[in-house]
C-alpha cells in the first residue's frame, strides 16, 4: 500500500506525536539538566578508606562528599543519647583511627555498650560543640587517658541520623518519574509507528469489526475514496473522520440514525460571546458524537454529505 493510501494511519501517528513531543522535550531538558547541573551528585554514597577516614572525613566534608557507606568497625559508646523532639534517636558512639578519634551517630533507642562490626549509611555533618563537650566528659572519666595530643578528635561526626532518607527518595522520585513516564511514551509512539492497532484510539474501531481490517480500510478510504475534506474533518464513502490534535474519531455513515443540529453561545472572553454549532451524530448502538463548528455554512455542508452517504 502507498503512503498515500495510509493517510489514516498517519492521523493515529499525529494524535500520538502530539503526545510525544512533550515527553521528548522533559526528557532532553533532565537529561540536559544531568550533564550541565550534577542535580543529584549531592545524593551519591561515598565509600572511604577505613585505614585513613579520619584524615579523609575533613576533605570529603568541604568537597560536598558528605554521604557515606562503609563497615564501621570497634564502636563505642559515648554515654550520651542523640534527641529529636525529646524522643532518643540515637546514640553517640566514637572509635579510635590511627590513635585519633571519630564520633559516630548511630541509629539506635536502645544503646550497646560496644559494637563489634556495623554497615552505616550516613552524612557528615560538622558539630564542633557537641563533640568538645563529649571528649572533655571522656578525658574527665578517663577513657582518653594518654591520647592527649594536638587534633586528637575530629569535629566532624558520621550521623546515621541525618542521612536524609526522605530528601534523597523525593528527589529521585522528582526526575525519575518523568523520565520513566518520558521513555514509556516514546516506546509506546515507536509501537504505534510500527503496528497502528496497538494505538489507543483504535480501539474504537472493534465496534465496525476486525480493527486491523478497519484500518486498512480508512487508508484506502481516505486515500481513494474521499469526497469531502474541511482541515481535519474527513467524510469519505462509508465513514465520517474528525481529526483532532491528540485523538481521531470515526464514525460509520450507515450506522448513524439521527443527527441534531444545535446553536450555542461560547464565551471567549468574560465580556465576548462567540456563536457556534453543534452537531450531534446518534448512532444504531446508542453511541453518540458531538461535533463543534463555528460556521454554519459548513456545518450544511456536511450535513448533506453525510446525509447522502449514510
Given at each position: 500500500?502507498?503512503?498515500?493510501?495510509?493517510?489514516?494511519?498517519?492521523?493515529?501517528?499525529?494524535?500520538?506525536?502530539?503526545?510525544?513531543?512533550?515527553?521528548?522535550?522533559?526528557?532532553?531538558?533532565?537529561?540536559?539538566?544531568?550533564?550541565?547541573?550534577?542535580?543529584?551528585?549531592?545524593?551519591?554514597?561515598?565509600?572511604?578508606?577505613?585505614?585513613?577516614?579520619?584524615?579523609?572525613?575533613?576533605?570529603?566534608?568541604?568537597?560536598?562528599?558528605?554521604?557515606?557507606?562503609?563497615?564501621?568497625?570497634?564502636?563505642?559508646?559515648?554515654?550520651?543519647?542523640?534527641?529529636?523532639?525529646?524522643?532518643?534517636?540515637?546514640?553517640?558512639?566514637?572509635?579510635?583511627?590511627?590513635?585519633?578519634?571519630?564520633?559516630?551517630?548511630?541509629?539506635?533507642?536502645?544503646?550497646?555498650?560496644?559494637?563489634?562490626?556495623?554497615?552505616?549509611?550516613?552524612?557528615?555533618?560538622?558539630?564542633?560543640?557537641?563533640?568538645?563537650?563529649?571528649?572533655?566528659?571522656?578525658?574527665?572519666?578517663?577513657?582518653?587517658?594518654?591520647?592527649l595530643v594536638d587534633d586528637f578528635y575530629s569535629e566532624y561526626v558520621?550521623?546515621?541520623?541525618?542521612?536524609?532518607?526522605?530528601?534523597?527518595?523525593m528527589l529521585y522520585v522528582l526526575f525519575a518519574s518523568p523520565i520513566?513516564?518520558?521513555?514509556?511514551?516514546?516506546?509506546?509512539?515507536?509501537?504505534?509507528?510500527?503496528?497502528?492497532?496497538?494505538?489507543?484510539?483504535?480501539?474504537?474501531?472493534?465496534?465496525?469489526?476486525?480493527?486491523?481490517?478497519?484500518?486498512?480500510?480508512?487508508?484506502?478510504?481516505?486515500?481513494?475514496?474521499?469526497?469531502?475534506?474541511?482541515?481535519?474533518?474527513?467524510?469519505?464513502?462509508?465513514?465520517?473522520?474528525?481529526?483532532?490534535?491528540?485523538?481521531?474519531?470515526?464514525?460509520?455513515?450507515?450506522?448513524?440514525?439521527?443527527?441534531?443540529?444545535?446553536?450555542?453561545?461560547?464565551?471567549?472572553?468574560?465580556?465576548?460571546?462567540?456563536?457556534?454549532?453543534?452537531?450531534?451524530?446518534?448512532?444504531?448502538?446508542?453511541?453518540?458524537?458531538?461535533?463543534?463548528?463555528?460556521n454554519e455554512e459548513t456545518l450544511n455542508d456536511i450535513i448533506d454529505?453525510?446525509?447522502?452517504?449514510?
Open positions: 500500500m502507498t503512503g498515500r493510501k495510509k493517510r489514516f494511519e498517519k492521523l493515529l501517528f499525529k494524535n500520538t506525536l502530539a503526545l510525544a513531543l512533550p515527553a521528548i522535550v522533559v526528557l532532553s531538558i533532565l537529561l540536559f539538566m544531568f550533564v550541565r547541573y550534577p542535580v543529584l551528585e549531592q545524593t551519591r554514597l561515598v565509600t572511604p578508606d577505613k585505614d585513613y577516614l579520619y584524615e579523609q572525613i575533613s576533605n570529603m566534608y568541604k568537597n560536598g562528599e558528605t554521604n557515606v557507606s562503609f563497615s564501621a568497625d570497634k564502636l563505642k559508646y559515648a554515654g550520651f543519647d542523640y534527641y529529636v523532639n525529646g524522643k532518643i534517636k540515637g546514640a553517640y558512639y566514637y572509635q579510635f583511627n590511627n590513635d585519633k578519634v571519630i564520633f559516630y551517630i548511630i541509629k539506635t533507642n536502645n544503646p550497646q555498650m560496644e559494637i563489634e562490626s556495623k554497615q552505616v549509611k550516613a552524612r557528615i555533618i560538622k558539630d564542633s560543640i557537641s563533640t568538645e563537650y563529649i571528649v572533655n566528659q571522656l578525658q574527665e572519666e578517663g577513657n582518653f587517658a594518654g591520647r558520621i550521623s546515621e541520623c541525618d542521612y536524609p532518607v526522605t530528601y534523597i527518595t520513566v513516564i518520558s521513555v514509556l511514551i516514546i516506546i509506546y509512539t515507536l509501537l504505534v509507528w510500527i503496528n497502528p492497532v496497538l494505538h489507543g484510539q483504535a480501539r474504537q474501531l472493534s465496534v465496525y469489526g476486525d480493527t486491523g481490517a478497519i484500518i486498512e480500510e480508512l487508508n484506502l478510504q481516505i486515500g481513494n475514496h474521499l469526497v469531502y475534506r474541511l482541515n481535519n474533518i474527513f467524510i469519505t464513502e462509508d465513514y465520517l473522520i474528525v481529526s483532532y490534535l491528540v485523538k481521531t474519531d470515526v464514525i460509520k455513515l450507515d450506522r448513524i440514525k439521527e443527527i441534531e443540529k444545535t446553536e450555542v453561545e461560547k464565551h471567549i472572553l468574560p465580556w465576548k460571546k462567540q456563536r457556534a454549532y453543534k452537531l450531534r451524530f446518534i448512532t444504531d448502538i446508542k453511541t453518540e458524537y458531538e461535533l463543534e463548528l463555528k454529505y453525510v446525509s447522502v452517504m449514510c
